[in-house]
């Protein structure tokens, strides 16, 4: 099957992390990937099969973390007609399945223990037993695991197995975040970008203006390559039909001003006081009642007959001002920012600032 992604950077920690890989390839040892999620663990086991000598052969792929523990074994070992309630006939497993080529394990550190036990003996003898036989199977597999844990660390807490540890770690790849990657974040962005633009049948490619260039080398990319490849295809196609450079990122898909709003706690009219008794608390439980509350302690404050603090009677004025604006634009934080000439990002920011919430 052919890949619609590629393992694409510059950097010296991504290079030598795919270079590792490259050496450990033609060698018939098992091989640990580690890494966060969205960082390419898939893309580098590929890489490890198809430059082996096992690239004409199955590469099978079994996400542990996808299945209940109650059926990891049967599909990873197979299982005999009858040999459980809905086992109906027999089914080869995932090692018989991966016959003479690569199986991929990710999230490996999810496995249970009773599973971690018959992958060490598959591994360490190249043979396996379906559930509810008692017929070993010869396998000749090469194993490539992959996790965002930390193993040995499981393995202090009794969480993982240390000889199955042993028996995976021949060779360790640990692929860096992308925050550690700053070099090849444009070079990532124009190839997603470049390819989403083919896509939507442009005629040309416009490009990043510098300021969204910026924003995208100074996020943090908590996702890795597989938001970026998301908040740049997103900004293609919304910016379709407009002239010059892109120049609009959003990088939370689900932010919007009209968005359903957190749970706020309702006032406590029954707050106890030392004494006995009770007092309403003074909190703002609404956006409308945020609003007033500063728009009451600007007009104190913004006095300049009796100004006491300088810095306090600019924040609260420019937090009366920013909440009159959304007030006027019914919370609709773009059309604010548009009467207040500020762009979206920074009235977010100044929002965030003040600890208004919208």
Avoid at 107 to 116: C, D, G, K, R, V
Avoid at 122 to 139: H, K, L
Avoid at 231 to 237: F, G, M, P, Q, S
Wanted: net charge negative; hydrophobic share 40%; with cysteine.
């Amino acid at each position: 099957m052919e890949r619609h992604v590629q393992l694409i950077g510059q950097s010296s920690s991504f290079l030598d992390a795919v270079e590792r890989a490259s050496r450990a390839a033609p060698l018939d040892r098992p091989v640990l990937v580690i890494g966060e999620r969205g960082t390419g663990k898939e893309l580098i086991a590929e890489r490890l099969h198809h430059l082996s000598s096992r690239w004409d052969g199955p590469l099978i792929i079994m996400n542990c973390a996808a299945l209940p523990e109650t059926l990891i074994e049967a599909e990873l070992f197979g299982h005999e007609a009858g040999a459980f309630t809905g086992a109906t006939k027999a089914r080869p497993g995932r090692f018989e399945e991966a016959n003479g080529g690569t199986l991929f394990l990710d999230e490996l550190a999810t496995l249970s223990s009773p599973a971690q036990d018959r992958l060490l003996r598959a591994i360490e003898y190249g043979d396996v037993t379906r559930i509810g036989s008692s017929r070993p199977v010869r396998v000749d597999v090469r194993v490539v695991a992959a996790t965002n844990e930390h193993l040995p660390r499981l393995v202090e807490q009794g969480r993982f197995r240390a000889d199955l540890l042993d028996r995976l770690s021949f060779e360790v790849v640990t692929l860096p975040p992308l925050r550690h990657r700053q070099s090849d974040i444009p070079v990532l962005a124009e190839f997603f970008a470049r390819r989403m633009a083919v896509e939507l049948g442009w005629e040309g490619w416009p490009g990043f203006s510098e300021d969204a260039m910026a924003r995208l080398q100074a996020y943090a990319w908590p996702g890795n390559v597989r938001e970026l490849k998301n908040v740049i295809e997103r900004a293609v196609y919304r910016w379709e039909g407009r002239d010059g450079p892109i120049g609009e990122i959003q990088f939370d898909p689900f932010e919007a001003p009209w968005g359903p709003l957190e749970p706020r706690p309702v006032a406590n009219e029954n707050r106890a006081l030392p004494g006995g008794g009770a007092v309403e608390s003074e909190e703002p439980t609404t956006v409308v009642e945020q609003a007033a509350k500063a728009m009451e302690a600007a007009s104190h404050a913004f006095d300049p007959g009796s100004c006491a603090d300088f810095r306090l009677a600019v924040a609260e004025y420019e937090k009366a001002i920013l909440a009159a604006a959304l007030e006027k634009c019914r919370w609709n934080q773009r059309q604010a920012a548009t009467a207040l000439s500020l762009t979206y990002d920074q009235l977010r920011h100044a929002l965030r600032r003040h600890q208004i919430q919208g």
